[in-house]
């Protein structure tokens, strides 16, 4: 799957607050490396290397753009390309954080008791993902994508048993009680999940059209040649302006709920 930087970044403010949200409920951290999975364009990164200097610490991603766009902001951080499922901390690590990525990936009932296990005793697993996939944005996005002539090209995406990574697969992210039963019996320093839901301001045009562009719709759009692309957005764009109407002042309010967990080995 492809990612656009700039794309991304167009609602960066929105996308990144969760993430700092994240990082102040971690309080101290035993001797060891410290982790960013999923760590994008690096911005987290900066601020785990700016609160613990002295600490090793790795920014994982998947994406090349995204990792180059990391480097040049600070390169005195490791960043690294590879596949978080088939990524193991060596050594293991005292924090493992993971902002808006672990979604993309399937399994959950092994993947987080396994980093979990990559953890040095009194270590920390702090994630968050996105919980909005009942949001009349992914509903609509499903629809648009099931009946119309690009439908037999994008079926393949919502297979549940998929794993290229993907947020078109049903119920992408758990509840709080899945992680919790999970967790809970592997966390010997404790458990902590919280939900939150975001009103988000949009600014612009098809706002919310242009938010989806940053993140769920990339493999709707590189599964679709040019002319049945542009004919699947302006199907989507049309059902989402009557969902979202824009308001006197010309802002657009997504509602949009995440999930937190910081889990201690």
């Not at 001797?31 to 002295?54: E, F, K, Q, S, Y």
């Not at 600070?74 to 060596?90: K, L, T, Y």
């Not at 099931?146 to 393949?156: F, I, R, S, T």
Request: hydrophobic share 45%.
């Amino acid at each position: 799957m492809t990612w656009n930087v700039q794309q991304y970044l167009k609602f960066g403010g929105e996308r990144q607050r969760p993430g700092f949200d994240l990082l102040a409920q971690i309080n101290d951290l035993p001797p060891g490396p410290l982790v960013d999975l999923g760590c994008g364009t690096g911005i987290h990164a900066r601020a785990i290397a700016a609160r613990w200097p002295d600490r090793d610490l790795i920014g994982l991603d998947s994406s090349a753009s995204m990792l180059a766009e990391a480097r040049q902001s600070e390169p005195s951080i490791r960043w690294v390309e590879a596949d978080i499922r088939q990524w193991r901390a060596a050594p293991k690590a005292a924090l493992i954080y993971s902002n808006a990525t672990l979604q993309w990936l399937t399994h959950h009932e092994t993947l987080f008791p396994r980093l979990l296990a990559d953890l040095v005793p009194g270590g920390v697993l702090a994630v968050q993902m996105p919980r909005n996939f009942d949001d009349p944005s992914q509903t609509l996005l499903r629809d648009t994508a099931l009946d119309g002539p690009w439908a037999a090209n994008l079926a393949p995406l919502f297979d549940p048993q998929i794993e290229t990574p993907s947020l078109l697969r049903p119920d992408p992210v758990g509840t709080a009680r899945f992680y919790y039963d999970l967790l809970a019996p592997l966390a010997s320093g404790g458990i902590d999940l919280w939900l939150t839901e975001y009103v988000h301001q949009l600014a612009g045009d098809d706002a919310v059209l242009e938010w989806m562009h940053g993140t769920t719709l990339r493999p709707i759009l590189d599964a679709l040649d040019a002319s049945a692309r542009d004919g699947f957005l302006a199907s989507y764009a049309e059902k989402l302006r009557r969902a979202f109407p824009r308001g006197p002042d010309g802002k657009t309010l997504l509602n949009f709920r995440r999930l937190f967990i910081v889990a201690r080995a």
